[in-house]
């Protein structure tokens, strides 16, 4: 079984920026998409981004143009790059492998002044 770790979260400004990482306990390479999904206190789990093994990406409409998902293969690693941030973005932060079900423990993000 692999196992997720998220780092990378904490309190920025509005219109500051953020960069998660997720790190794998072993390869990523043919695990296939890997995503990024959040949730805010008291709503359900919201995906935000994806990226598959050719490097195609996909993201939620509230977040294109602001954040960018990246994949290291070589480092096991799936980065969120997040810039403009908004309230709105605040959550708990997710890795995900939709292929194995897999979830990591959250990281937090708080936009506020």
């Known amino acids: 079984q692999v196992q997720l770790v998220e780092s990378g979260g904490g309190l920025v400004q509005p219109g500051g920026s953020l960069r998660l990482s997720c790190a794998a306990s072993?390869?990523?390479?043919?695990?296939?998409?890997m995503g990024w999904y959040r949730q805010a206190p008291g709503k359900q789990r919201e995906w935000v981004a994806t990226?598959?093994?050719?490097?195609?990406?996909n993201y939620v409409d509230s977040v294109k143009g602001r954040f960018t998902i990246s994949r290291d293969n070589a480092k096991n690693t799936v980065y969120l790059q997040m810039n403009s941030l908004k309230p709105e973005d605040t959550a708990v932060y997710y890795c995900?492998?939709?292929?194995?079900?897999?979830w990591g423990q959250g990281t937090q993000v708080t936009v506020s002044s």
């Open positions: 995900n492998i939709p292929l194995l079900g897999v």
């Open positions: 072993r390869s990523i390479f043919s695990l296939g998409t």
């Open positions: 990226i598959n093994n050719v490097g195609t990406t």
